[in-house]
């Protein structure tokens, strides 16, 4: 279970910082917002699993 949440988290990493690289100034364009929601989609995945996997199996500890 750890490794897939590891693999996960580093392929969210690698979007997170070519966006922010790609947008250090403009952030006024149509594939900007594009782009926004290629990055959060995959974070609000991920915070839901934590909350329905992660969490679940901390509580049971």
Same mark, same amino acid.
């Given at each position: /279970?750890?490794? =897939?949440?590891?693999? =996960? /988290?580093?392929? %969210?990493?690698?979007?997170?910082?070519?966006?922010?690289?790609?947008?250090?100034?403009? &952030?006024? &364009?149509?594939?900007?917002?594009?782009?926004?929601?290629?990055? %959060?989609?995959?974070?609000? &995945?991920?915070?839901?699993?934590?909350?329905? %996997?992660?969490?679940?199996?901390?509580?049971? %500890?």
């Amino acid at each position: /279970m750890t490794g =897939e949440f590891s693999s =996960e /988290m580093e392929s %969210i990493s690698k979007v997170a910082i070519n966006f922010f690289n790609k947008y250090k100034t403009d &952030s006024k &364009s149509l594939e900007f917002a594009a782009d926004l929601g290629k990055l %959060i989609a995959p974070l609000r &995945s991920r915070a839901q699993k934590e909350e329905n %996997i992660l969490y679940k199996a901390f509580d049971e %500890i």
